[in-house]
């Protein structure tokens, strides 16, 4: 987890992309079977505008399922917005998000956008990682997905997700 406004040193990563994501701040444990939209709502504090940057060794991205568990999901690093938004009355379906980079316009999305309702995300995989003997945990911060396509990235780019009723999340590398 990287913190807002600091920089990402280019030399930590190797084919870096960027996603904006929907963070979820679990109040309770998530353990499955069985776990829906509901029950995900009812056990989430709050969700944060996100960023999270991938990173791969397979030059251009050519991967298959197997290299990319190989490369830990290329998973890189995590960035939170600064606000916290209380779930409860927010239909996370309709959430708009404009992506910037270097202040033009890369791409808009929707909560929708990650299968149909970022709570169904988390459903899934509280579901999928029950199989697996994980809980998800009171206090753990799980990411949804992103709303629009990986976007690459590069030493001087800046990048800003802007998410309607919940902030926004701003990073930049070096």
């Given at each position: 987890v990287a913190r807002e406004g600091a920089p990402l040193p280019m030399n930590s990563l190797i084919l870096p992309r960027i996603e904006p994501e929907i963070a979820f701040l679990l109040k309770e444990d998530l353990k499955g079977p069985g776990i829906n939209v509901a029950?995900?709502?009812?056990?989430?504090?709050?969700?944060?505008?996100?960023?999270e940057v991938i990173d791969s060794r397979y030059k251009d991205w050519k991967?298959?399922?197997k290299d990319s568990i190989s490369d830990n999901a290329s998973a890189?690093?995590?960035?939170?917005?600064?606000?916290?938004?209380?779930?409860?009355?927010?239909?996370?379906r309709y959430v708009g998000?404009?992506?910037?980079?270097?202040?033009?316009?890369?791409?808009?999305?929707?909560?929708?956008?990650?299968?149909g309702n970022p709570a169904q995300s988390v459903a899934w995989l509280a579901n999928?990682?029950?199989?697996?003997?994980?809980?998800?945990?009171?206090?753990?911060?799980?990411m949804?997905?992103?709303?629009?396509?990986?976007?690459?990235?590069?030493?001087?780019?800046?990048?800003?997700a802007s998410f309607d009723r919940l902030g926004s999340v701003s990073v930049s590398f070096e």
């Open positions: 029950n995900v709502i009812e056990a989430t504090e709050g969700v944060m505008p996100a960023f991967i298959t399922v890189g690093v995590m960035i939170l917005g600064g606000k916290l938004t209380p779930i409860k009355d927010l239909d996370l998000m404009v992506l910037e980079k270097n202040g033009l316009l890369v791409s808009t999305g929707a909560g929708a956008a990650v299968l999928k990682l029950t199989e697996y003997g994980i809980t998800l945990k009171k206090g753990e911060f799980v949804s997905g992103s709303l629009v396509q990986a976007v690459t990235v590069e030493a001087g780019s800046c990048l800003r």
